[in-house]
């Protein structure tokens, strides 16, 4: 049977997490993050919520994966970033 060599990231503006992953072919971005681990390692990010990619393209938790992709878990918005917008061309 084959694997899969996959990272899993999620990252803060001062520092990130990351975690390497052998997964067998066929696995999904949604089996990568249950196997990281990270629900344990980060307990206060809601992690179903959390939108989620494979270099910087929006996935599903559905979407299959291929050897070398790297799962991305996106933190949500601050704010809309047209309201922010916004309100520097107010200013």
């Known amino acids: 049977m084959s694997r ?3 990272s899993v990231v ?3 503006p001062d520092t990130a997490t990351e975690i390497e992953l052998s997964l067998p072919a066929g696995s999904t971005v949604g089996d990568a993050l249950s196997r990281s681990g990270f629900a344990a390692k ?3 990010v809601d992690l179903a919520r959390c939108a989620l ?3 910087g ?3 599903e ?9 790297r799962v991305e ?5 601050l704010a809309d ?10 200013r």
């Open 61 to 69: 938790r559905s979407t299959v994966l291929a050897n070398g992709d």
């Open 81 to 90: 970033p047209k309201e922010a917008r916004k309100r520097r061309v107010r």
């Open 53 to 55: 990619g494979v270099f």
């Open 4 to 6: 899969l060599q996959v």
């Open 10 to 12: 999620y990252a803060l």
């Open 57 to 59: 393209r929006r996935v």
């Open 42 to 44: 980060l307990p206060q």
């Open 73 to 77: 878990v996106y933190r949500p918005l």
